[in-house]
């Protein structure tokens, strides 16, 4: 059961929650503090245990064609018995840490909390839910910006400005593009509409492209940071290539969405140290 639950938190894509816990606390030193550490911890499998775990259990049919799942990196596969103990196992998890995070913050923490409980429910909801309701599946990526008030109050650090939260919509509705283009034959087979389901494999890619293009021009104009820029910019070449000369229309292989997976762990720690490194969103 241990194995499943951590596979249920997909360890392979902490590292978006990870990105935005850390962007608020550069260039302050909360990581000598109790509490940076202890949120930290939860954005790790705590959060992404809630997040996907929800979306297990919502997603039970459709999992069945992914041959991409029951792995660390892409989420598991759950048996019946195990997929009806999940609620369970992640409302004991929350328990654990919400008091925890309360105490060394404010009260303020759990509204923040309850804040990505409200945006898990309304796009996981069996129904109705927004994960089947394109476009409006990305309007859900304002949960995962929770992270950063989280963040902010647990660490007593200021809120980042206006432009820091617009360009971390993107990299979020980026992030949820992706995935959708990754899944988009099982979705389709499960018969769950989604924006990639709906424009198809190519013309996702090419809005994909359009977003990341806009996040390289935005950090250019706001924060005039020419390698972050360059590093975007290198990210849409390279998805240029993907959508026009080497993938098109063709779905990858297990062993290239692992290869992808990898790689953007990487680039996503370098860009990390990066980001901490030049203080690139620290308001000057």
Same mark, same amino acid.
């Given at each position: 059961?241990?194995r499943?639950?951590?596979?249920?938190s997909?360890?392979g894509?902490?590292?978006?929650?990870?990105?935005?816990?850390?962007?608020?606390?550069?260039?302050?030193?909360?990581?000598?503090?109790?509490?940076?550490?202890?949120?930290?911890?939860?954005?790790?499998?705590?959060?992404n245990?809630?997040?996907y775990g929800?979306?297990?259990?919502?997603?039970?049919?459709?999992? *069945?064609?992914?041959p991409?799942?029951?792995?660390?990196? @892409?989420g598991?596969?759950?048996? $019946?018995?195990? /997929?009806r103990s =999940? #609620?369970?196992?992640i409302?004991?998890?929350?328990l654990?840490f919400?008091?925890?995070?309360?105490?060394?913050?404010?009260?303020?923490?759990?509204?923040?909390?309850?804040?990505i409980?409200?945006?898990c429910?309304?796009?996981?909801? *069996?129904d109705?839910?927004?994960?089947?309701?394109?476009? @409006?599946?990305l309007?859900?990526? $304002?949960?995962? /910006?929770?992270i =950063? #008030?989280?963040?902010c109050?647990?660490?007593?650090?200021?809120?980042?400005?206006?432009?820091?939260?617009v360009?971390?919509?993107?990299?979020?509705?980026?992030?949820?593009?992706?995935?959708?283009?990754?899944d988009?034959?099982?979705?389709?087979?499960?018969g769950?509409?989604t924006?990639?389901?709906?424009?198809g494999?190519?013309?996702?890619?090419l /809005?994909?492209?359009?977003?990341?293009?806009?996040?390289?021009?935005l950090?250019?104009a706001?924060?005039?940071?020419?390698?972050?820029?360059?590093g975007?910019?290198?990210f849409?070449?390279?998805?240029v290539?993907d959508?026009?000369?080497?993938y098109?229309?063709?779905e990858?292989?297990?062993?290239?969405f692992?290869?992808?997976?990898?790689?953007?762990?990487?680039?996503?720690?370098?860009?990390?140290?990066?980001?901490?490194?030049?203080q690139?969103?620290?308001?000057?």
């Amino acid at each position: 059961m241990v194995r499943f639950c951590l596979k249920v938190s997909r360890p392979g894509l902490w590292f978006p929650t990870i990105w935005l816990y850390l962007l608020p606390t550069v260039g302050h030193n909360s990581w000598l503090q109790i509490p940076f550490w202890l949120g930290l911890l939860y954005v790790t499998f705590p959060l992404n245990f809630l997040v996907y775990g929800w979306n297990d259990m919502v997603d039970e049919s459709i999992d *069945q064609f992914n041959p991409r799942k029951d792995s660390y990196f @892409f989420g598991a596969k759950g048996k $019946i018995e195990e /997929l009806r103990s =999940l #609620p369970h196992c992640i409302i004991g998890t929350q328990l654990v840490f919400w008091p925890v995070l309360a105490y060394f913050s404010s009260w303020h923490m759990v509204i923040t909390l309850l804040g990505i409980v409200f945006f898990c429910w309304i796009y996981n909801a *069996q129904d109705w839910g927004l994960r089947s309701q394109p476009p @409006f599946e990305l309007a859900c990526q $304002i949960g995962y /910006l929770l992270i =950063l #008030p989280l963040s902010c109050i647990l660490n007593t650090v200021p809120f980042p400005e206006v432009e820091v939260w617009v360009y971390l919509f993107l990299f979020c509705a980026q992030s949820q593009l992706i995935g959708e283009v990754m899944d988009i034959g099982p979705d389709r087979k499960g018969g769950r509409r989604t924006i990639a389901t709906e424009l198809g494999r190519q013309n996702t890619k090419l /809005l994909i492209i359009a977003i990341v293009l806009l996040e390289a021009m935005l950090i250019w104009a706001w924060f005039a940071d020419f390698l972050f820029a360059l590093g975007l910019s290198l990210f849409a070449l390279w998805l240029v290539l993907d959508r026009f000369l080497l993938y098109r229309d063709r779905e990858y292989t297990d062993i290239e969405f692992l290869i992808f997976g990898l790689a953007s762990n990487t680039i996503a720690c370098f860009s990390m140290i990066y980001v901490w490194k030049a203080q690139v969103f620290v308001a000057s």
